[in-house]
């Protein structure tokens, strides 16, 4: 069996295709509101519905991802922009150089 060789197009094709779609879904008031809340009841029904364990774990991991999809798309849809994740980083001072014995100590200069 020869391998397909289309360096991503139809990946990209059908990326281009999808957000496309999702474009004209979020343009309509009606549609705009009924995806998120078939999307988040999806999971949930299959949640109850799974026969075995295994699915209702499997169902629970989904609804998680599902929560947080959807309070992305939610805030996009209120305020028009993606919310940035920002972490609190501290700053590092600056160390001065380790001593060397029989060297003078280096002094900032102010």
Partial sequence: MEPFVDFG?????????L?????RVYAHRLLRVLFPIVSLAAPVVLLFLAPTER???????VLATT???LSLVIAVLQKG???RLTFNTHRHRSV??????GHPP???KP
């Fill in 9 to 17: 197009l139809f990946e990209i094709i059908v990326a281009l295709g």
């Fill in 19 to 23: 957000s496309a779609i999702a474009s």
């Fill in 55 to 61: 699915l209702r774990w499997i169902a629970a991991l």
């Fill in 67 to 69: 929560l947080v999809n």
């Fill in 81 to 83: 922009e993606i919310p």
């Fill in 96 to 101: 001065p150089p380790a001593v060397v014995p």
């Fill in 106 to 108: 280096s002094v900032p």
